[in-house]
């Protein structure tokens, strides 16, 4: 299995988290290290999925982990997955993509989360 890359960048004040390739066991603990260093320096955070070829139930549990550490700080958050993406589907399937506020596309994404103003709920 090809390992996966994964991008941590600023776009209109929101951090984008993107995966790229294949994530799985192997790549989460880099995949949390990310989170986390996105989490302690954001006030909204994108994860993007769009090139993510396959993840598996850890990178849904590290994704899942962080979802829910951002209410503990009041930190928005989003997923990026494409509707015909093997992520949406996975996500569709554990019910974690309304959770999570999945959206089309990273536009899509980072104006629903970019307003500071906006509360977490709204911004989702």
């Known amino acids: ?30 995949l949390r290290r990310e989170l986390d260093d996105a989490l302690d320096g954001a006030a909204a955070i994108v994860v993007d999925l769009s090139h993510a070829e396959f993840i598996d139930s850890t990178v849904l549990g590290a994704l899942a982990r962080a979802y829910d550490s951002t209410s503990d700080r009041d930190l928005r958050f989003a997923v990026v997955a494409p509707v015909a993406s ?12 309304d959770l ?14 970019a307003d500071e103003n906006l509360p977490r709920e709204a911004a989702s």
């Open 1 to 30: 299995m090809y390992s996966g890359t994964i991008e941590l960048r600023r776009l209109d004040g929101v951090w984008v988290l993107a995966l790229h390739g294949e994530h799985d066991l192997s790549t989460v603990p880099s």
């Open 86 to 97: 093997f992520a949406r589907r996975l996500l569709d399937l554990v019910s974690l993509s």
């Open 100 to 113: 999570m506020g999945t959206h089309e596309t990273l536009a899509d994404a980072v104006a629903s989360i």
